[in-house]
């Protein structure tokens, strides 16, 4: 920035400023700048829950064998889909995402220039995204794909720029009854087509570029963590993208957490998990 003598002004921005969120290891969904942006996406009209009718299961609520079922929607953070992209993706980049879910990601990219191409099993929830993007982005539509990753990615040409998703946390939710639908699978069988998703995913993945997955752990019937997390993990780094940078994203539900807590620890010693795992891979 130079002044009216030609003489240039060091101007000391804040790392927020800067770069929107802090780049820190620790995201906090729960600050106030993070939900501000949050109901900036939200005030576009996205309703990201259209079409998710997924059966959750709330694990270890009472005591390590016990997993309860109740109906529920889990909703992707547009705010994190902001960052992640500035972040991380070139400008008006294109994006892959193989387990495209709801709206947010899809609508978020391209209202910001980006060019999205997401893949997703279910028509109804591909139905339900694009009468949303018709709503939001009339001239500029994300692309969905309706199908199965595994043979889909197999038809896509040419290579992408970032590669964005939040795969199914194996049976936490499921979906629906479709056999090539991870969710209904042991876990054995998920991880096998899960490792070929990713696989496929990277090969559309331009060298130098990065990847980011956002999970988090699931437990087993028996109450003890697959270790979701570390296959993902190996499975990125066994094909060639090298774990770059490992965040930790703090949730916005410490009230509903606090009422679950006392009877999840005093019966089983579970911990009450307020957080999710946003892995960054870059392509060598």
């Known amino acids: 920035m130079i002044d009216l003598f030609g003489n240039e002004i060091i101007v000391n921005l ?3 400023e800067k770069f929107m969120e802090p780049p820190f290891s620790v995201l906090d969904a729960r600050g106030g700048a993070w939900q501000e942006r949050k109901q900036k996406w939200l005030s576009l009209g996205i309703k990201s829950e259209l079409g998710r009718d997924a059966i959750c299961l709330a694990q270890g609520l009472n005591d390590i064998d016990f997993r309860a079922s109740y109906t529920g929607k889990s909703i992707f953070d547009s705010a994190l889909s902001e960052l992640m992209y500035g972040w991380f993706c070139v400008d008006g980049g294109s994006v892959l995402d193989p387990f495209a879910g709801g709206s947010v990601r899809g609508i978020v990219a391209n209202y910001l220039g980006y ?10 929830q591909v139905l339900y995204n694009r009468e949303q993007a018709n709503l939001i982005l009339p001239d500029d539509k994300p692309i969905w794909i309706t199908g199965d990753s595994d043979s889909e990615l197999d038809k896509i040409e040419g290579l992408f720029d970032f590669v964005f998703s939040c795969p199914p946390y194996v049976d936490l939710e499921i979906y ?11 876990y054995g069988h998920f991880l096998e087509k899960y490792r070929s998703i990713i696989k496929k995913s ?16 699931v437990r087993d019937k028996d109450g003890y963590y697959y270790d979701f997390v570390g296959d993902t993990k190996r499975a990125f780094i066994e094909n060639g993208a090298k774990l770059y940078n490992d965040a930790v994203l703090l949730e916005n539900g410490l009230n509903t957490a606090a009422m679950r807590a006392d009877k999840q620890f005093s019966s089983g010693k579970k911990l009450v998990k307020v957080h999710q795992n946003v892995l960054c891979f870059k392509k060598i």
Do not use: Q, W
């Open 14 to 16: 804040s790392l927020r």
């Open 202 to 217: 990277v090969e559309h993945l331009k060298v130098g570029c990065y990847a980011v997955f956002v999970v988090g752990e």
């Open 176 to 186: 629906s009854e479709l056999p090539e639908d991870l969710s209904n699978m042991d």
């Open 115 to 124: 060019k999205y191409t997401g893949i997703e099993l279910r028509d109804e």
